[in-house]
Structures are given as structure tokens and as C-alpha cells.
């Protein structure tokens, strides 16, 4: 029981401490500060907790399709509002009303799809009295361990930038949302929305998903130990979006990033 | 082609693209499976699917809790509610075997997909 509740930090919770870590990274400047994600952390466990308790009728719309549909919009939504943040935001000093906002919607939505199979799973454990220690120790040790992740995780994204080697970050961060956002694709696919063929790789040989390092993988790039082709074409495109797309559009990025007139 | 007119066919292709994907989706037939979770345990533990074959199935879970179908094999995990059903698709799959297990109680709930090239 205490390794199952150590698998599920890693698999719900890790991803939300490495975006953390990144945002902590990627968004220091004179008007969003780190102490600006706390009210939409708190937001978004606030919208963990609705979801959580109409998520057993919402699991029964359109022919019981209605989680997997809401968990794509929440991925599409914290895709489309964090894909344009990579180094070059560090550049801004100040943040636009606009960004500010759509940057704060995009953690909402992160932090709802990700808490939200937390509650499931606490719901799920603590109705059964007799594991309830259990289940204490495994989050315990579940929270040190993304904790110290996450602590060392953004120390090496830090040191990454005192030594100028930014493109590394730009990297990871794109393999990070595209890792993300290309589970929509089993979310459509199990659900039959869209058809995806057989796995063209088998990975498992090397990384079993099922192992922890795999947990990690997942959570910090998306590994899949059986890639189908269009799970590999989309990861390819939302990789190359956030790589790409704040330096080909630059300066309709810093325009819209960045506001001088913008209250402090 | 006058620029309205290409403006028409680009329209009725996008049109036709959409409603050919929607129907192969729709109106594809699946051969449906069902498993019960009972006891915290998957029945029948083993589903046999033919191979290169898309395949619905209905997972009802008769508990007091909820179960999570998991599968890293199949690539699927999908919640399901305290004395709700709910549906998943799998495949289409080649000839093996493909572990599943209910991820809230992987010690009791753990059952296997077995594909085979004949049709079952």
C-alpha cells in the first residue's frame, strides 16, 4: 500500500512540482513574482474539489466519455496558455494584465486535472479504515520525494541559466508541456475520438513505464514505453511549438508579453 | 475557379474530411467485452480479443468504492466510479498478452488481455 501511494505522487503529483519548478525558474521580473502562483494553486485546488464531486456523474456524459473530454480541455487549456513562457520571458521586466492572467489560468487547469485523480485516490483509501496508516506514510514519503525533487530539479534549471546554457532549459521545458499534452491522445483514443493504430516503437525493453525511473520519464518528458505514429507526430509538433514559437514570433511575444504601461 | 468558388470547395472538403472521420468513428462496429469488478477483483481476470481489431469494452464496477482500470501494456487508464459502468476501447492490438490491474488495489484487482490472430 505504501509504494502504490509512492507510485501515485509520482504519476499525479511530480508533474505538478516540475512545472513549479519551472515557472519559479522561467518567471521572475518586477510584476509576477513566485508568490503570484499561491492564489492559483489555491484556485485550482478549490476546482479539484468541484471536479471531484461531480466527477462520478460526469464520468457518464456523452456515453461515458465526459472525464476524458474534460481532461483534454483542461490539457489543451494549460498547453495554450503556458506554451509561449520559455527563457526569453526572463527578459521581460514586467508582465502584461493579459499574460499575467492567461499564465494563472493555465496552472488552474494543470493543477485540476492533476489534483483531481489525487482526490479520487484519497477518497478511494481512506474509506477503507484499516490502511489509513499506511496511506500516511506513503504520502509522507510520496511529498519528500517530489519535494526534494522539485528543490533540486529547480536549483539545476537555476545553475542551468547562471551558465548561460538556456537553449538546455528551452529544451526540457518543450519536452515538458509536449510530454503533457500529448496525453490527450490516449484520453481520445480510449475512448474512441480518434483513432490511433498500433504502438510503431516498444520501448519497454529499455525503461518499463511501470518503474519508477518510468514514472519520472512520464512526468518529465512524457516517456511511453509503446508510442503509437500519431502519438510521436504530435509530440513532435507541441514539442516544436513552445521550442520554437517565442523566438519566430519574438517580437509579437514581447509586445504581447511584455506591457510598459502595465501597472506594477 | 473564381476565388468564391475555391472558397466553397475548401469548405465542402473540410466538410466531407470532418463527417468521414466522424462516421469511421461513429459507425465502426466493436465487438463488445465485459468485465466486472467485484470484491475489489476483475471477472473474468482473462479477456481473450481477437488481434488488429478495435474492441469495446464495459467495465462495471459493483463496489462501494471507486477502481482505476490501468494498463501500461495497453496504454490505457480510465476511473471507474463506485456502482457505475463505463467504457473503454482497446486495440487495435497484435497477438500477446497485456496485463491490466485496478490501480487502487493493484494486489487484488490485476487480470490479463490475451489477443490471439483467430478470431475468438
Known sequence: MIINTIILFLRDLLPLFILFSYLHVLIKNETFGFSYLLPSLILGLMGSVLFFMVAPQMSELFEGSGIERFYVALLLTSYSCLFFINTSTLKNKRLALTTKSIILVGINAFVIFKVSAFLIFFDVYFQQQNNTINVLIGCIIGLGICASFSTLFTFILAELIDLNKRIIINIIWALFLAGQITQIVTYLSQVNLIHVGSPVLHLGAFIQEASEYGHVLKALFGYEQSPSMLFIIIYSVTFAIPFAGPFVVKRLCTQFIENKNDEK | ?120
Open chain 2, 1 to 120: 475557379m473564381n476565388v468564391q468558388g475555391k472558397k466553397h470547395t475548401f469548405y465542402l472538403s473540410i466538410t466531407l474530411l470532418i463527417t468521414s472521420i466522424y462516421s469511421y468513428t461513429v459507425n465502426a462496429q466493436h465487438k463488445v467485452y465485459y468485465l466486472t469488478i467485484k470484491h475489489h477483483i476483475f471477472t473474468p481476470a482473462t479477456l481473450t480479443i481477437p488481434a488488429n481489431e478495435k474492441v469495446k469494452i464495459i467495465i462495471e464496477n459493483k463496489d462501494d468504492v471507486a477502481e482505476e482500470f490501468d494498463s501500461f501494456d495497453l496504454n490505457r487508464e480510465k476511473v471507474i466510479f463506485a456502482g457505475k459502468k463505463s467504457t473503454l476501447y482497446v486495440g487495435p492490438l497484435p497477438a500477446g498478452q497485456y496485463q491490466y490491474f485496478g490501480e487502487f488495489h493493484p494486489n487484488t484487482a490485476r487480470g490479463r488481455i490475451i489477443v490471439v490472430e483467430n478470431k475468438p
